[in-house]
């Protein structure tokens, strides 16, 4: 099955979506499950993990709905509140809904470089595994210090980074603060990665499969296809190239791995990890 791991649905409003600012006209408008089957049928995917937007219950509840009503969304990393004494009643509200796989936090967002290792934030990581739960690092290089730091302290939780953690993209250069921690937080076997949200990050006017091979190649040796996972971060990668395009980069990139490496990158790494239907 061919899934792709990370992508977000909104009915889009400028007061709930600030970050979509006047730089992302494009994506200043509704994206619902209508438009992205569209682009699943077209590239062959199967299934979906959708991925909060924003920092509110009420889009965890709305993504949820939707996976109710769409049985190839296979599963939700929503929004909860990690660092609210509250945050075990809204999880206890939501414990039986088996679409929930995963939440997730705007770290990259965050000012403080140790925010994730803030008492309160730590508090509620160490609440999800009662719930089987993944968590979703989304983070900058630079707060890759801390997200291995957090790790550390949670071997038994199943963590997944976001976008290669959002390397400085150029073609001829390698983001030197990006690789080492990278690669070191790779050596946590509880960590999975996703090759997604990769041309956003370029800088050249254009992006193209030499500028992102190097990245790849770093990624696939860090994490190897058991722990990569396939994501388009549709829509927010249509500010640099559409659904197929993406996906045919990816394609190419991956054409030498073996059949078992693609029935992982492309699927089995992200049932694993979420533990998906």
């Known amino acids: 099955m061919r899934i792709d791991a990370h992508h977000h649905l909104w009915r889009y409003s400028a007061e709930e979506y600030g970050w979509i600012d006047e730089t992302k006209k494009s994506l200043q408008r509704d994206f619902l499950p209508s438009d ?9 995917i199967e299934g979906v993990v959708s991925v909060q937007a924003r920092q509110t219950i009420q889009e965890t509840r709305a993504l949820l709905e939707f996976a109710a009503n769409n049985h190839w969304i296979r599963g939700v990393v929503g929004w909860v509140p990690l660092r609210d004494e509250t945050f075990t009643s809204v999880l206890d509200e939501l414990a039986d809904n088996r679409l929930l796989r995963g939440v997730r936090h705007v770290v990259q967002d965050e000012p ?3 925010f994730m290792l803030h008492a309160n934030f730590v508090r509620g990581i160490a609440r999800l595994a009662a719930y089987n739960l993944v968590y979703d690092l989304l983070v900058f290089p630079h707060q890759l210090t801390a997200a291995i ?56 006017r254009q992006w193209s499969i030499e500028t992102i091979k190097p990245y790849w190649d770093i990624a696939l040796q860090a994490y190897g296809a058991k722990r990569l996972m396939f994501g388009t971060d549709w829509p927010v990668c249509l500010l640099r190239g559409s659904y197929s395009q993406w996906t045919t980069a990816v394609a190419e ?25």
């Open 36 to 44: 992205l089957k569209l682009e699943l049928d077209a590239n062959g």
């Open 112 to 114: 403080d470089d140790r």
């Open 149 to 204: 730091a957090l790790v550390d302290q949670f071997p038994d939780q199943v963590f997944v980074l976001d976008h290669i953690a959002k390397p400085k993209i150029e073609l001829g250069k390698i983001d030197a603060a990006w690789q080492l921690p990278f690669m070191e937080l790779a050596k946590r076997a509880n960590v999975y990665c996703k090759f997604s949200g990769v041309i956003t990050e370029v800088t050249d």
């Open 253 to 277: 990139l991956s054409r030498e791995l073996s059949a078992p490496e693609l029935a992982s990158l492309w699927g089995q790494t992200a049932i694993t990890a979420y533990s998906l239907a």
